[in-house]
């Protein structure tokens, strides 16, 4: 069963860090694009990062540029997001998600470009 884990959210004040990690099993996620989606209370899942399979091109919501890093380690099929100076704004459902196959250098925005999707996360920041 192919499926993707995330794990790392939790309850943190305003300015803290916190360090996201999304787990794929039942294939390699190698040569796929991955990518961090977000959906708070009332709104519609959005865009916050994403990673191309080689690694060498990643691209973020305005939203997260220069607070958030994404990363991957191909080796064990997982992908991380680092989130720091955190805000009340970024409090959120974090889902996960890979495309099945990519260009070393691809990247989307888009959510409907995924093919697999993890059961989220939740991080909440409190003011």
């Known amino acids: 069963q192919v499926r993707l884990e995330e794990s790392g959210g939790g309850l943190v004040q305003a300015g803290a860090s916190l360090r996201l990690s999304c787990a794929g099993a039942?294939?390699?996620?190698?040569?796929?694009?991955m990518g961090w989606f977000r959906q708070a209370p009332g709104k519609e899942r959005e865009f916050v990062a994403a990673?191309?399979?080689?690694?060498?091109?990643?691209s973020y919501a305005d939203s997260a540029k220069g607070r958030f890093t994404i990363s991957r380690d191909n080796a064990k099929n997982t992908v991380h997001l680092q989130m720091n100076s955190l805000k009340p704004e970024d409090t959120a459902v974090y889902y996960c998600?890979?495309?099945?196959?990519?260009?070393?250098?691809?990247?989307?925005?888009?959510?409907?470009?995924?093919?697999?999707w993890g059961q989220g996360t939740q991080v909440t920041v409190s003011s």
């Open positions: 998600a890979a495309q099945v196959i990519g260009t070393p250098s691809y990247t989307s925005a888009r959510r409907d470009d995924y093919d697999y």
């Open positions: 039942g294939r390699s996620f190698s040569r796929s694009p």
């Open positions: 990673i191309s399979w080689s690694g060498g091109t990643t």
